[in-house]
C-alpha cells in the first residue's frame, strides 16, 4: 500500500513557455495559539508577501493565513501567466475533517521578466469575502506586501 502524506504542489500553465511555478512550503496549521505565536500578521487578513530578484527572474509570494481544511491531504495551486495576470488558484485534495485553519504558503515563480503584473488569487474559502487581488511593478518596486480583510471563519479568531 502506498501512503502520500503532505503533498503541496503548484501545475504551469502549458500557454507559458518558461514559466516554472511551484509551492515550495506549506506552514503547519495556524489554529492552535502555539503555531501562531509570534506572527506579524493578524489573523482577520489574508496577505500576500512578494519579493522580487531580477537577476533570476525569480518571483517568491507567501501567502499569509490561506484558509484550508485542518485536513487538507494535499494542498495544491495552479498557476496561469497570462498577459499582465498572474492567477495563483489554491486547492485542496480532501476536506477530512470538521474544521477549517490557516496556513502560510509559499510560492515562487522563475522565468518572470521585470513588468507590471496584476496577481489574483482563488481561495477556496474566502466566498463573497473582499478578493486578494493586487498590481505590482516589478521594474520598479521588487519587495512589497498586500492584505485583504476577513472576517469570516477560519479569519478573524484573534479579534
Not at 501567502?63 to 495551486?77: L, M, S, V
Request: aromatic share 8%.
Amino acid at each position: 500500500m502506498f501512503l502520500l502524506i503532505g503533498l503541496y504542489s503548484c501545475t504551469k500553465d502549458p500557454g507559458s513557455q518558461n514559466l516554472q511555478g511551484k509551492l515550495i512550503h506549506v506552514s503547519a496549521c495556524k489554529q492552535n495559539k502555539s503555531s501562531n505565536q509570534g506572527s506579524e500578521i493578524p489573523d482577520s487578513l489574508s496577505c500576500a508577501q512578494y519579493n522580487y530578484a531580477a537577476s533570476s527572474g525569480t518571483l517568491t509570494i507567501k501567502h499569509i493565513n490561506a484558509g484550508f481544511n485542518c485536513c487538507p491531504d494535499k494542498i495544491d495551486c495552479h498557476i496561469i501567466v497570462r498577459n499582465d495576470s498572474i492567477l495563483i488558484s489554491e486547492t485542496e485534495s480532501a476536506a477530512a475533517c470538521n474544521c477549517n485553519c490557516l496556513y502560510d504558503l509559499d510560492i515562487q515563480l522563475t522565468n518572470l521578466s521585470a513588468d507590471h503584473y496584476t496577481i489574483h488569487f482563488t481561495e477556496p474559502y474566502a466566498g463573497d469575502q473582499p478578493a486578494l487581488t493586487f498590481g505590482i511593478d516589478l521594474a520598479t518596486e521588487t519587495e512589497g506586501d498586500y492584505c485583504v480583510i476577513r472576517k469570516q471563519y477560519p479569519w478573524g479568531f484573534g479579534i
